[in-house]
């Protein structure tokens, strides 16, 4: 990500961080929910926002190949809450 589009992801990612806390969810559930936040951003270098439905699918494909099932559902749950809590859209 160039600077500005980092500046844009960090505000997204402290807006999903402060809606986490506000809902009370656990420690544990935050840094999950943070860490596929950060997963799928870094994987494909651009803020989550901008990804299609095509490129998701490819990307939880290859994540049940490489991780848990419990791993895959956790960050598909992070990222609808992002989608649903900070960008205020309905999930992919």
Known sequence: MNTIEQAYF???YSRH???LK???MSDATIDSYARAVRRVAE???CSPEKLSTEQ???YFAGLVDSHSWSTVKIDR????FFWQCVL???SQ
Do not use: C, P, S
Request: aromatic letters at 4%; zero cysteines.
């Open 10 to 12: 960090d505000e997204l």
């Open 22 to 24: 506000l809902r009370g």
């Open 56 to 58: 998701l699918e490819v």
């Open 88 to 90: 205020k859209k309905d």
């Open 43 to 45: 994987h494909f270098d």
């Open 17 to 19: 961080l402060r809606a």
């Open 77 to 80: 749950n992070g990222l609808q």
